[in-house]
């Protein structure tokens, strides 16, 4: 069945830097587009990059463009999400979704939690 | 920047029937913007419903549809039921590469 699981969340300070790790087990990894989608504590979903299934084109919400950076190991069917100049608004629970190749996430991970606090 | 928009809150009585919608603030959503639809309970991460517009993932019971109505996409949960409870946001993609979620609707089934 389709899995994933993230993992590399933790408490960083401000101006830190963090890597989280999507692994997905299930389906063809590079047949996918996977998303990475996050939620500040008592927030609603924040839809944050994803990752085409070429793994050449990666989109970014401009909240994080240029401070986060996605990229993936095929041999250890894991994506990463860079997380670079972190500041207290990025804390938040970051979940990563399999795109349904319709426009829409499918299956979720149980998501990990990121904490930027001096 | 795109703004999508949905209702805080909303309540129904069980076996209810409840529409949701999912806007936007400059434009109007449609089938275009592939509107998709997802649930969370707190603590759990969020599950897909409705992708697409209209077409219910694996799983969903067929309580749960998806329509364009006038200018929003709209989730509609016909004999709704105590567990139906949750939060409920719209994703839509709208173009370069960029998908937004609205907000999120908190429905409170009593």
């Known amino acids: 069945q389709v899995q994933l699981v993230e993992s590399g969340g933790g408490v960083v300070q401000p101006g830190g830097s963090l890597r989280l790790s999507c692994v997905a087990s299930g389906f063809t990894f590079t047949s996918y587009a996977i998303h990475w989608v996050r939620q500040a504590p008592g927030k609603g979903l924040e839809w944050v990059a994803l990752?085409?299934?070429?793994?050449?084109?990666?989109c970014y919400a401009d909240s994080v463009k240029g401070r986060f950076t996605l990229s993936r190991d095929i041999s250890k069917n894991t994506l990463y999400l860079q997380m670079d100049s972190l500041r207290t608004e990025d804390t938040a629970v970051y979940y990563c979704?399999?795109?349904?190749?319709?426009?829409?996430?499918?299956?979720w991970g149980q998501g990990t939690l990121v904490t930027v606090s001096s | 920047q795109t703004v999508v928009t949905q209702e805080p809150s909303f309540s129904v009585s069980p076996g209810g029937t409840v529409t949701f919608t999912c806007g936007l603030t400059s434009g109007s959503v449609s089938t275009t913007y592939y509107p998709s639809w997802h649930q969370q309970t707190p603590g759990q991460p969020p599950r897909t419903l409705i992708y697409?517009?209209?077409i219910r993932s694996s799983g969903v019971p067929d309580r749960f549809s998806g329509s364009i109505l006038g200018n929003k996409a709209a989730l509609t949960i016909t004999g709704a039921q105590a567990d139906d409870e949750s939060d409920y946001y719209c994703l839509l993609s709208v173009g370069s590469g960029i998908w937004v979620f609205g907000g999120g609707t908190k429905l409170t089934v009593l």
């Open positions: 979704a399999k795109d349904n190749r319709n426009y829409s996430p499918d299956y």
């Open positions: 990752l085409q299934s070429d793994g050449i084109d990666k």
């Open positions: 697409s517009t209209n």
